[in-house]
Nanobody
């Protein structure tokens, strides 16, 4: 399974970006986004189950929306009202259905200026 993340870039505070993560193949249960800021550990951002149930880190609730298109095997993250503290490399992660096997994408950089 290969995951191709895209959509990162440079944006001013208050702006928006939409990240995408396209999988080459597979059926996945949980799909999610994580991020890693410079000098910090990777942290959970949001996830979506196969049922459509979503989970968010407190820091992004109300600003980010995670979604998935199973037909396209693609995960999305709509990020609104971005803040400088959202600056990080964003990674997608997927879990293969009925297994504990996880895959990571290569990451896409989001930079938010103040």
């Amino acid at each position: 399974v290969q995951l191709q993340a895209s959509g990162g870039g440079f944006v001013q505070a208050g702006g928006s970006l939409r990240l995408s993560c396209a999988a080459s193949r597979g059926v996945f249960s949980t799909m999610g986004w994580y991020r890693q800021a410079p000098g910090k550990e990777r942290e959970f951002v949001a996830s979506i189950a196969s049922s459509g149930r979503t989970y968010y880190a407190d820091s992004v609730k109300g600003r980010f929306t995670i979604s998935r298109d199973n037909a396209k095997i693609t995960l999305y993250l709509q990020m609104n009202n971005l803040k400088p503290e959202d600056t990080a490399i964003y990674y997608c992660n997927v879990r293969v259905a009925m297994t504990t096997t996880n895959y990571w994408g290569q990451g896409t950089l989001v930079t938010v200026s103040s």
